[in-house]
């Protein structure tokens, strides 16, 4: 079978809503090359331990790849995704040049070139991301693994605002919390709260594909008995409270819902917000202060910003 490998020159600030267009596309992954990812240093218990080739990374920006089964109807997907990506100015994303490029490749070829970008990455104090087809065994006792897929969705869970996303789960959550995490994606999240501990935890996406996805990696993850996966919109089927509330998404969606948030969640309840380019973070900040929220933590990674909100007593 031929896929067509579909490439995107854009910014940082536009990553995560680029690579939220080709999913929506129809691509079961994307890989992601960031200028930024050769020259960047990481402490030793959190970084990765493998050496990087700087021809295989752009010199400015990122570039985006996804691949699409070669098809009648690739031009007029390829045509939309360009259209899309113009469109983002509307919500104040800044997508840079927008070079779209096409190269035809073998499934083959393509099930290869996933797995030259990916290894295991230790992101956190326990965490570590495990590529499905590497063998890693734990270093610390307490060390929690979560194995990804990067075919499946959304890369292997290493993007800085999947790692501050994880990095606060660990320090907030507590054995018997009950997590609500909006636009689940690959379930990553999810898995790691289980891990933790969560007695209860529902992971919601809007992308049927993201959903199946998801599912999988909860299942490959041996978590499926705390964690269940339903397609739904925001907080929309949300009914029941909730301890947390983890939102790996835009700086605009995030203040969409922001004051449903609020109510779903009890006094003191956590609100973890990340996607959030640093440009944006006031603009957060100051929309989940004026629903009812405390800033309890803003961490930067990179260009990226993750938000520790707690609803206040009344």
């Known amino acids: 079978m031929k896929w067509s490998e579909i490439s995107i ?18 691509a079961s992954g994307v890989v992601i090359e960031d200028s930024a990812e050769p020259n960047r240093v990481h402490e030793d218990r959190f970084g990765e331990i493998w050496a990087l080739d700087k021809n295989d990374f752009p010199v400015d920006g990122v570039i985006l790849k996804a691949y699409l089964p070669v098809n009648s109807f690739l031009i007029e997907t390829v045509k939309d995704i360009g259209q899309s990506i113009s469109g983002l100015s509307e919500f104040g994303i800044d997508a840079g ?23 295991p990455v230790k992101i956190s104090g326990r965490f570590t991301i495990v590529p499905t087809w590497e ?18 969705a959304f890369g292997t869970g290493t993007h800085p ?9 660990e320090k907030y959550v507590k054995p ?14 999810s898995i790691g709260a289980a891990l933790l501990g969560a007695s209860r935890v529902h992971a919601l996406d809007l992308d049927q594909v993201a959903v199946v996805a998801a599912q999988e990696n909860i299942e490959l993850n041996h978590v499926e008995e705390t964690v269940e996966v339903k397609h739904g919109n925001l907080l929309d089927s949300v009914k029941e409270p909730a301890d947390i509330i983890i939102a ?28 959030i380019i640093g440009q944006k973070r006031d603009l957060v900040k100051d929309d989940l202060i004026s629903k009812g929220f405390e800033i309890v933590e803003s961490v930067l990674m990179e260009d990226w910003v993750a938000i520790i909100a707690k609803k206040r007593s009344v």
């Open 248 to 275: 790996n998404i835009l700086a605009e969606v995030i203040m969409s819902f922001s004051q449903d948030a609020y109510s779903i969640l009890p006094e003191n309840g956590l609100f973890i917000v990340s996607g």
């Open 161 to 169: 605002t999947t790692v501050m996303c994880l990095q606060a789960l």
């Open 97 to 119: 040049e927008n070079a779209i490029q096409t190269n035809e490749v073998d499934e083959e070829d393509w099930a290869t070139a996933w797995k030259k970008y990916y290894h």
């Open 176 to 189: 018997g919390d009950t997590v609500v995490d909006v636009g689940t994606g690959s379930g990553v999240l």
């Open 135 to 152: 063998e890693y065994k734990p270093v610390e006792s307490d060390e929690l693994i979560i194995e990804l897929d990067p075919g499946m």
């Open 9 to 26: 020159h854009t910014t940082h600030e536009a990553t995560e809503a680029v690579a939220n267009i080709l999913h929506e596309a129809g």
